[in-house]
């Protein structure tokens, strides 16, 4: 816990509701911090998946609005997966549309991975050319 709560974050509350138990589904969770007059808010996606998976569906869409919301935000994921998903997150940006409508949506995170990426164009070149997935930083 000590490494999501760094950078003076704190708790707020869980996002969802019970977890169920037969997935073993946890809990998401929304930080904040003050930051002078400002409150920033970080989401905090856990995923206790045995396997990776593609990033299409809901999942695609909930990543949507993490994107589109310009709030900070890291996906945690089971030991051993955390390479082979950002592939997959890597992959939604092969996609000229789905990357051009992120990027439309909050250029500035994007460009806060590379000085490189200045606009949709570039950032599916670096996704088609594999170096996106190392520019991937929010996937614990």
Known sequence: MDEI????????RFEGSIPD???????????????GSDVIKKSIEMKNWKKAYSIVG??????????FSKREFDYYFSDGIQDAMK????????????ATEL??????????????ITSAAK????????????????VK
């Open 5 to 12: 709560l760094e950078g003076g974050y704190s708790l707020k």
């Open 21 to 35: 138990i037969a997935t073993k589904h946890k809990l998401d969770l929304l930080l904040e911090k003050i930051a």
């Open 58 to 67: 809901d999942t695609y869409e909930q990543f949507k609005a993490y994107i």
């Open 87 to 98: 592939k997959q997150f890597q992959n939604v940006f092969k996609n000229s549309a789905k």
């Open 103 to 116: 990027f439309a949506a909050n250029p500035s995170f994007f460009k806060s991975l590379s000085n490189d």
């Open 123 to 138: 950032l599916v070149a670096k996704a088609n050319n594999g170096e996106l997935v190392d520019l991937i930083n929010w």
